[in-house]
């Protein structure tokens, strides 16, 4: 069984940069087509924020283009996003997806001083 | 901006029928679309529940089942039970790019 674990500093600086990964056990990764990373503010729907490919191709959110950067780590099992210039409106659950049909718990990101 | 549009509730009771819908701003949807379904409860991980507008994952219900209806993605549930309230998004490809629907509550009542 497939298993996804997000981690990161659960509270980022506002203008800093939010730093995650997604360590994948019970497969590997290599199996994977697509990493993906979703998140959700607080009471409110998800939003897709883009995806990494196995051999290392990106699509990203035109909305957050600009600030993403995903990689993946295939020695580690694991694949990473970072969001720069963050906002309070960065504030959200964050969670990591493969293929989109395995997904992590999800992990709080609160963007405050 | 794509805009991917659900219904914001419905009301099922149990035992009964329902059907969600995904519908898009760029206009019909199609198979190309690739439309996934999430099943969300509070406090919970989004699961899978549907991808490419009608395939079940192996852990779905039978009672779930996907499809496309009036230019639109759907979702239909056939025999509600209490525990299928919850929260249900759609998400559509758009080439590269994914868009996520709204979400619609789903109350058995």
């Known amino acids: 069984q497939v298993q996804l674990q997000e981690s990161g500093p659960g509270l980022v600086k506002p203008s800093g940069t939010l730093s995650l990964t997604c360590a994948v056990s019970?497969?590997?990764?290599?199996?994977?087509?697509?990493c993906s990373w979703v998140r959700q503010p607080p009471g409110k729907g998800l939003e897709w924020i883009g995806e990494?490919?196995?051999?290392?191709?990106?699509n990203y959110n035109p909305s957050l283009k600009s600030r993403v950067t995903m990689s993946l780590d295939r020695s580690k099992q694991q694949f990473s996003l970072m969001l720069s210039s963050v906002t309070a409106g960065d504030t959200a659950i964050y969670y990591c997806?493969?293929?989109?049909?395995?997904w992590g718990q999800g992990t709080l990101v609160t963007v405050s001083s | 901006q794509t805009v991917v549009t659900q219904e914001p509730s419905l009301t099922v009771s149990p035992g009964g029928t329902v059907t969600l819908t995904c519908g898009s701003s760029?206009?019909?949807?199609?198979?190309?679309?690739?439309a996934h379904w999430f099943q969300q409860k509070p406090g919970q991980a989004p699961r899978a529940l549907i991808s490419?507008?009608?395939n079940k994952h192996s852990w779905t219900p039978a009672r779930f089942s996907g499809s496309l209806l009036g230019g639109k993605a759907a979702l239909t549930l056939s025999g509600a039970q209490p525990e299928d309230e919850a929260d249900y998004y759609c998400?559509?490809?758009?080439?590269?790019?994914?868009?996520f629907g709204g979400g619609t509550k789903v109350t058995v009542l």
């Open positions: 997806a493969r293929n989109l049909d395995d």
């Open positions: 019970g497969d590997s990764i290599t199996n994977t087509d697509w």
């Open positions: 990494l490919s196995h051999s290392g191709g990106t």
């Open positions: 760029t206009g019909a949807v199609t198979s190309t679309y690739d």
């Open positions: 490419g507008t009608s």
């Open positions: 998400l559509l490809s758009y080439g590269g790019s994914w868009v």
